[in-house]
């Protein structure tokens, strides 16, 4: 057998994943969205009538609107603590395994036991995160009780089931050469200094496919936590997408119309993601063009370098 017919063998049952589980629900979803669904009256084509209803569809766009909210403050701190815990903890030392084990053990946990266990930690009447707050003499938010506080009960639950981006991050800077970093301290950088200028630009690719990811993730992870912990509630506050599509479809029967909310977010996960890819080429591009030198090529390896040198007060 060739190569190219083993590797075909092996990938055999991930395309068949891909197809049942991804392209054929996807066909089907979309097929849904021009028919009037409901599993109560008879099948009938509507073409795009359901999607002209989202337009006028107010519940639709507070829904949306609170998991456009969710993601833009939600995405910014999990890549930020994935990124700062792997910088963190991206050195061996005998506790690295038990610490990385931390990062990475809530992201294992049912999402279903998660929420239920946070909960009862944000219970704002026994729950020991109130309880904590109260013996430190700091205010205790009505996590649950608020549009504002349950908000940010969900953004907090999700900051802490980072352990993917973690890793990927983590492999990110310890694949960087101690060269660089070596070459940085001989010239005298200080450490914030090599790690504004050489790794993080360095990891820069990294974080980028990371954040798109994680954009993609979280636009969709809000069901069950926002399911169990508040049902979109209070005052629709934590109501995202994927709760008022379940709603729409399997509580409503209104499968057609749930399936053209489907269609619509992934085709809104879309545009973010391509914005958000425009926006960080066009700033490697900034980047790029702002450490271009107009040495000759006697002195290009010495204006490469210099890009990275400590300058003002930023020398060590």
């Known amino acids: 057998m060739s190569a190219r017919a083993q590797r075909a063998l092996l990938l055999a049952p991930f395309a068949a994943g891909v197809v049942l589980l991804i392209v054929v629900p996807a066909l089907v979803t979309f097929g849904l969205a021009l028919t009037s669904a409901d599993l109560v009256g008879p099948l009938s084509f509507s073409g795009t009538d359901n999607f002209r209803r989202l337009i006028e569809d107010e519940l639709f766009h507070r829904a949306l609107v609170n998991s456009l909210l969710f993601a833009a403050v939600a995405v910014p701190l999990r890549v930020f603590a994935a990124v700062g815990l792997a910088l963190l903890l991206h050195r061996r030392s005998r506790t690295a395994g038990a610490k990385r084990t931390a990062v990475f053990l809530p992201t294992v946990v049912p999402d279903v036991a998660y929420a239920l266990l946070w909960l009862f930690l944000l219970n704002p009447v026994y729950g020991p995160v109130n309880g904590a707050l109260g013996l430190a003499g700091l ?48 010239e005298g950088a200080s450490p914030l200094h090599t790690l504004r200028r050489v790794t993080l630009p360095l990891m820069a690719p990294a974080i980028a496919l990371l954040a798109a990811r994680d954009l993609v993730l979280t636009l969709q992870i809000t069901f069950v936590p926002a399911y169990i912990l508040t049902d979109g509630g209070p005052d629709r506050a934590t109501l995202f997408l994927p709760v008022h599509i379940y709603d729409v479809a399997f509580e409503q029967l209104e499968y057609g119309y749930g399936a053209a909310m489907t269609v619509s977010l992934f085709v809104i996960t879309g545009a973010v993601v391509a914005a958000q890819f425009l926006l960080l080429r066009r700033a490697a591009g900034s980047a790029a063009r702002g450490s271009r030198y107009s040495a000759g090529p006697r002195r290009r390896s010495r204006a490469r370098w210099s890009a990275c040198r400590p300058r003002g007060r930023d020398r060590g």
């Open 139 to 186: 205010p205790q938010p009505d996590w649950l009780t608020t549009g504002a506080g349950a908000m940010a009960a969900i953004i907090l639950l999700s900051l802490f089931t980072i352990g993917e981006g973690f890793v990927v991050a983590l492999a990110a800077r310890q694949e960087l050469s101690a060269d660089v970093f070596e070459a940085a301290r001989l």
